[in-house]
């Protein structure tokens, strides 16, 4: 088979027509890597059933680790960790030139199992996941931990894989090697052979950028730069140790360049004055977890050096086609194209026509809601919504009660009670409210009707924000059912 092209991206390889601001995943080049990690932060704050089957098999897993460590069990521990070698399926990392994983692997392996073995963090309980490694451990940094979080979770990456090539329509060679699969009941790695979509380059595994981001949340530099050293700094100054300088004006201070030489700054002093200030490791995994936020679209573009996302043509591919069932298709890829772009990261997970009950009912369009901040995230505080449904309506008929209790007819308090009903045009937009205020009331879900009109305030508020996620006419339209 002639090689391919490795600058060539997923989207362009496979034909998709979209780009990277209309799909799920990292639109990643088929033989070389993006610059972005996989960040178990950012899986710890999603609140969806696939981030919660990642954070189990990662804590699964990094206990498994530290229990053979403290049992004295190399072979096994040694076992977990050379099985986290990367084959370069996901893309993500600092390679140069075409994808080579630095995740453990055999030889590596034995050198970070010492490293666990000789660090005082094993003993002094700083290590709780497999982020702190990163802080502690010698020769652990961010891409392999990123590497190795892709490993431990091979299998919900394989499943997402899959689903977004049927959501995409992305051929699935069958029979193709999964790669090891970390089991949590039998503490073991395991192989399968699965469908997932191939290239000359081999198999790729799809990541979801809604858990990617430039940078890991967890840094050693920054931990030891901007909250160690600070504490260490406080210390110093209350003891009125030799390190205190008595300015002219009566102030004292401690200089960071004193502590670092007294101290040290390899992780084992890390180690050592965490261990002397635990609440800083405390308040800093506070703060990771508070403030660790998605790639957002404008960013992930700018790293892989593509063109910004274009909402305003994203908007008038909706706009310019016909009204009618002859371009209803169409008009659902266009909407959904668009919402999907514009409402991400709050909106992840797409599914096109979900079934529910047994294959009855459809829904057109499924999202998974994992906002963190803006109009979803203040949804799911208050109502239920673990997932946002779309209905979309391409005809000229004034939207009724027929289409509202098609809506409604999906929702359910487990999946979801708020949706979206995309439309043209209203005649009688006082009319449709009111029916959609009596479906509040009646405890059948929340609709939010949306036409043409509205879509074009939507993409001119998020244009107006800078991208932030407050969209003020879905927030209006809630409260008139909720008044």
Same mark, same amino acid.
């Given at each position: 088979?002639?090689?391919?092209? *490795? ?19 990292? =639109?990643?080049?088929?033989?070389? =890597? ?12 999603? =609140?969806?059933?696939?981030?919660? $089957? ?16 403290? $049992?004295?069990?190399? *072979? ?5 960790? $050379? ?17 080579d994983g630095r995740a453990f692997g055999p030889a590596y392996a034995k050198k970070v199992w010492l490293a666990l073995k000789?660090?005082? *963090? ?24 990123? =590497?190795?979080?892709?490993?431990? !979770? ?15 329509? !992305? ?25 997932l979509p191939t290239t000359p380059y081999g198999k790729i595994l799809f990541v979801p950028k809604v858990t990617v981001r ?12 901007? /909250? ?24 004292v201070r401690v200089t960071k360049k004193d502590l670092r030489e007294k101290y040290g700054v390899d992780k084992l002093a ?59 298709? *169409? ?25 529910? /009950? ?28 673990? /997932? !946002?449904?779309? $209905? ?80 003020? !006419? ?10």
């Open positions: 088979m002639r090689k391919a092209n *490795a600058a060539v991206r997923v989207s362009k390889y496979f034909n998709l027509d979209r780009d990277q601001s209309t799909l799920d995943f990292v =639109d990643v080049p088929i033989g070389k =890597d993006v610059k972005v990690f996989l960040d178990p932060s950012r899986l710890r704050t999603m =609140d969806s059933q696939w981030a919660a $089957e990642c954070n189990s098999l990662l804590q699964h897993f990094f206990e498994t680790l530290l229990s053979h460590l403290k $049992e004295g069990d190399d *072979a096994a521990g040694l076992s977990m960790l $050379e099985h986290l070698t990367e084959k370069n399926e996901f893309h993500l990392g600092l390679s140069k030139g075409l994808s000789n660090s005082k *963090a094993r003993h002094s309980g700083l290590l709780q996941d497999i982020e702190d490694t990163c802080l502690f451990v010698e020769g652990i940094g961010p891409d392999r931990i990123s =590497d190795a979080v892709c490993n431990i !979770i091979r299998g919900p990456l394989i499943k997402y894989t899959q689903d977004m090539c049927n959501y995409y329509g !992305i051929k699935l060679t069958p029979d193709v090697d999964s790669g090891p699969i970390w089991d949590p009941n039998l503490d073991v790695w395991h192989d399968e052979l699965v469908p430039h940078r890991m949340a967890y840094d050693y530099s920054d931990y030891f730069r901007h /909250h160690l050293l600070p504490a260490m700094q406080a210390s110093e100054k209350l003891t009125n140790s030799a390190l205190v300088i008595l300015l002219k004006n009566g102030n890390v180690v050592t004055q965490t261990i002397r200030h635990p609440g800083v490791l405390d308040a800093y995994r506070s703060e990771k977890q508070r403030t660790s936020r998605p790639i957002s679209n404008q960013t992930l573009t700018e790293v892989e050096d593509l063109p910004s996302p274009d909402y305003k043509s994203l908007l008038q591919s909706v706009l310019a086609l016909p009204v009618g069932n002859d371009s209803s298709g *169409a008009y659902e890829n266009a909407v959904e194209k668009l919402l999907s772009a514009l409402f991400y990261p709050s909106l992840s997970f797409p599914e096109k026509q979900h079934k529910i /009950h047994d294959g009855r009912k459809r829904i057109d369009i499924k999202y998974a809601n994992v906002a963190t901040t803006g109009f979803f995230h203040w949804a799911h505080q208050h109502y239920p919504c673990a /997932h !946002i449904f779309v $209905e979309c309506k391409n005809y000229g008929n004034e939207i009724g009660n027929p289409e509202l209790d098609q809506l409604a007819g999906r929702f359910s308090p487990s999946r979801g009670q708020v949706g979206l009903l995309v439309c043209r045009s209203v005649r009688n937009q006082e009319k449709l409210t009111r029916s959609c205020v009596d479906t509040a009331k009646d405890n059948r879900g929340y609709i939010l009707s949306i036409t043409d009109d509205d879509l074009r305030i939507l993409v001119q508020e998020y244009l107006q924000s800078s991208g932030e996620h407050i969209f003020r !006419i879905l927030r209006q339209k809630f409260e008139k059912l909720v008044m």
